[in-house]
Nanobody, 123 residues
Framework: QAQLVESGGGLVQPGGSLRLSCVASGFSLDYYTVGWFRQAPGKEREALSCSSFSDGSTYYADSVKGRFTASRDNDKNTVYLQMNNLKPEDTAVYYC????????????????WGQGTQVTVSS
């Protein structure tokens, strides 16, 4: 069964760090752009990053630029989101998905979404 599975969320204090993982199974991430998204209660889903693994480029939303870094491990068919200097407003469910757009707008055609992992930033 082809799927994406996120992990690594949790409760962290403001200023802290977390690293999220997104493992793909049943298909290769090599053929897709892969992005990270989040959705806070009562808000629309927001695109945070989009990576092209063919040329290594990654685009970030202004809200996370300089604090979040997306990366990948080809051997593990996994992408990561390193989140530093977390703020309470970063509290949300975080998702990974294929077929993200470099413009970081929400598209309409995503082959795969993960189930999401909760990140809570609170003292």
């Amino acid at each position: 069964q082809a799927q994406l599975v996120e992990s690594g969320g949790g409760l962290v204090q403001p200023g802290g760090s977390l690293r999220l993982s997104c493992v793909a199974s049943g298909f290769s991430l090599d053929y897709y752009t892969v992005g990270w998204f989040r959705q806070a209660p009562g808000k629309e889903r927001e695109a945070l990053s989009c990576s092209s693994f063919s040329d290594g480029s990654t685009y970030y939303a202004d809200s996370v630029k300089g604090r979040f870094t997306a990366s990948r491990d080809n051997d593990k068919n996994t992408v990561y989101l390193q989140m530093n200097n977390l703020k309470p407003e970063d509290t949300a469910v975080y998702y990974c998905a294929t077929d993200c757009l470099y413009s970081l707008t929400m598209g309409t055609n995503y082959d795969y979404w993960g189930q999401g992992t909760q990140v809570t930033v609170s003292s």
